[in-house]
């Protein structure tokens, strides 16, 4: 059993920043890939970016540049550090934890809220 939890998430102005966070309920946090997905209204889930143990971090190319994944396998967390926010990043962000052995085997967060606008 896997339970994720984000927060972080809230109103920003164009241009800010936000740090999302993602708690993971399992102290062998290291054994999954870690990854942050977007959903806004009408459109599907996207990958925003994903860290794994021996792997280099990649990001939509939209985000290349603006935002960071990294983890802390102390605290069991994950984080998305975003920069020069734009309008078009509004979305409900997920974390999702994909087993690293058994890469069927998913589990997601209930989503937070990030509003980019003046």
């Known amino acids: 059993q896997v339970q994720l939890v984000e927060s972080g998430g809230g109103s920003v102005q164009p241009g800010g920043s936000l740090r999302l966070s993602c708690v993971v309920s399992?102290?062998?946090?290291?054994?999954?890939?870690m990854g942050w997905y977007r959903q806004a209204p009408g459109k599907q889930r996207e990958l925003v970016a994903r860290?794994?143990?021996?792997?280099?971090?990649i990001y939509a190319d939209d985000v290349k540049g603006r935002f960071t994944i990294s983890g802390d396998n102390a605290k069991n967390t994950v984080y998305l550090q975003m920069n020069r926010l734009k309008p078009e990043a509004t979305s409900t962000y997920f974390c999702?934890?994909?087993?690293?052995?058994?890469?069927?085997?998913?589990?997601w967060g209930q989503g937070t809220q990030v509003t980019v606008s003046s």
């Open positions: 999702n934890a994909r087993d690293s052995a058994f890469r069927s085997v998913q589990y």
């Open positions: 399992r102290r062998t946090f290291s054994l999954y890939d």
């Open positions: 860290i794994s143990n021996g792997a280099s971090a």
